[in-house]
């Protein structure tokens, strides 16, 4: 059974840092692309940022280009994001997601971040 | 502004059909055949319902059916239960660097 659980939000001030991560179990997580994928309150699913099997790639997009850093330890079977400079935008639900082939598979429960004065 | 274009709600009866359309361009939903369709229930994690434009993942019932035509790609609910009461959100494989993966605004679909 395919298990994903994100940690690490909470409440963090603007300019903040924060490192969200998530435990994967139940495929062979080194072979697959790894995404997380954000939600802000009432809006839609906005993607974030992709690593490949061995993260030898990475991709983000332009709104947290320089700001964030996607990882994963496939030791561990888990996927990080290390979040800094955070803004009142970034404020958003974050999910993990596994690139099953070409969609997301499955999805983790998410973390809410909140960035906040 | 969310790249690919959705209605905000769709309604219908229970055992009614309903279709919510995902408009992009021939750059993301026009350009490849890697559109799919998530399921998300407030509070808990979105689910796949459809890949490939038209795949349907095991376990998924097969009311739930996927098409495209050109830069517009369809979700049809048939034979719409209460259980499928939710929010709907379409994804398409874009190939740009920074924004390979693009997603539609959501649709809620209310069962009436």
Known sequence: ?117 | QSALTQPRSVSGSPGQSVTISCTGTSSDVGGYNYVSWYQHHPGKAPKVMIYDVSQRPSGVPDRFSGSKSGNTASLTISGLQAEDEADYYCCSYSGTYTSPWVFGGGTKVTVL
């Open chain 1, 1 to 117: 059974e395919v298990q994903m659980v994100e940690s690490g939000g909470g409440l963090v001030q603007p300019g903040g840092s924060l490192r969200l991560s998530c435990a994967a179990s139940g495929f062979t997580f080194s072979r697959f692309w790894m995404h997380w994928v954000r939600q802000v309150p009432g809006k839609g699913l906005v993607w974030v940022s992709g690593i490949n099997g061995d993260g030898s790639s990475t991709k983000y997009a332009d709104s947290v280009k320089g700001r964030f850093t996607i990882s994963r330890d496939n030791a561990k079977n888990t996927l990080s994001l290390q979040m800094s400079s955070l803004r009142v935008e970034d404020t958003a639900v974050y999910y993990c997601a596994w690139d099953s082939g070409w969609h997301f598979g499955f999805w983790g429960q998410g973390t809410q971040v909140t960035v906040s004065s």
